[in-house]
């Protein structure tokens, strides 16, 4: 099921931009601000689609600060090491493991899309797992703070 997601529709002769039901506020936690489902979604109801900017850099080679909100996008093998900086709200989701969300790349569209893990009520905090290969919400390691020299706020 298509949930409301970003997307551009016609207005006028124009592209306009039509936002996800999602807000931005403080958690009231260490964590500092996140993201937060303006309405109830489905398991499997798409939450937003991103679009991605390109960095073809290895990570490390990443400024500090966007080390943080980068992720890593996988490239053909022989090209260069890709990182990819989410658009929208993409960047600015907390982690939780398991998280309510998981998410996956469409590398033909330049575009991360987050889809509902489980169903979520209004008013809860979107949350993807930071440590889970390919998008997934739940992994049995913890290694992304640790890698990143990050502390776990607690609760994370």
């Not at 006028?12 to 506020?25: C, F, I, Q, T």
């Not at 993201?35 to 398991?43: I, K, L, W, Y």
């Not at 890593?72 to 900086?85: C, I, N, R, S």
Request: hydrophobic share 40%.
């Amino acid at each position: 099921m298509r949930a409301h997601t970003t997307r551009y529709v016609q207005k006028g002769g124009r592209m306009a931009l039509e936002p996800p039901s999602v807000y931005v506020k403080d958690t009231g936690t260490p964590k500092g601000r996140g993201v937060f489902a303006a309405r109830p979604f489905g398991a499997g109801d798409v939450v937003e689609e991103c679009p991605v900017v390109l960095f073809r850099k290895p990570y490390g080679a990443l400024h500090k600060e966007l080390k943080t909100l980068a992720f890593h996008w996988e490239e053909p093998e022989g090209k260069a090491a890709t990182q990819a900086l989410a658009l929208g709200y993409g960047s600015l989701y907390n982690h939780s493991n398991p998280a309510n969300l998981r998410y996956e790349t469409d590398g033909a569209a330049l575009l991360i899309r987050f889809i509902a893990a489980r169903g979520i009520a209004a008013g809860e905090e979107l949350t993807i797992n930071y440590d889970s290969e390919g998008g997934a919400a739940a992994s049995d390691e913890e290694w992304w703070f640790e890698e990143k020299g990050i502390e776990l706020v607690a609760g994370q």
